[in-house]
């Protein structure tokens, strides 16, 4: 598996703006280094089950969005510091929640949680109206 861990959550007005970073280290058994893992953020806000926000592919860099935040939020990665990115801009009070990276082998991007099988802490993020 990989080790994720997150940063960069904290509290912001609404419409303002907000940049995860997620840090990958380790390498699976069989040798996989992080540019052939596709990348996703999930959050999960209290009472309600983690959902899919974002995904990047190892493969052309192809992206996914949730259409709640289509147009708001921009994942990337830099495969040179096994780093990926979740830019939130506009951001609402029903962002509000815990952020948790994750990563999957393979080039498709999930949507499902049980579509990866590594992840980070989560790191909150509060949006006050």
């Known amino acids: 598996q990989v080790q994720l861990v997150e940063s960069g959550g904290g509290l912001v007005q609404a419409g303002g703006s907000l940049r995860l970073s997620c840090a990958a280290s380790?390498?699976?058994?069989?040798?996989?280094?992080?540019?052939?893992?596709?990348m996703g953020w999930f959050r999960q806000a209290p009472g309600k089950e983690r959902e899919f926000v974002a995904g990047?592919?190892?493969?052309?860099?192809?992206?996914l969005y949730a259409d709640s935040v289509k147009g708001r939020f921009t994942i990337s990665r830099d495969n040179a510091k096994n780093t990926v990115y979740l830019q939130m801009n506009s951001l609402k009070p029903e962002d509000t929640a815990v952020y948790y990276c994750?990563?999957?082998?393979?080039?498709?991007?999930?949507?499902?949680?049980?579509?990866?099988?590594?992840w980070g802490q989560g790191t909150q993020v509060t949006v006050s109206s």
């Open positions: 994750a990563a999957r082998w393979g080039a498709v991007i999930g949507r499902d949680r049980s579509d990866y099988d590594s």
């Open positions: 380790g390498r699976t058994v069989s040798g996989r280094t992080f540019n052939t893992y596709t």
């Open positions: 990047i592919s190892w493969k052309n860099g192809g992206t």
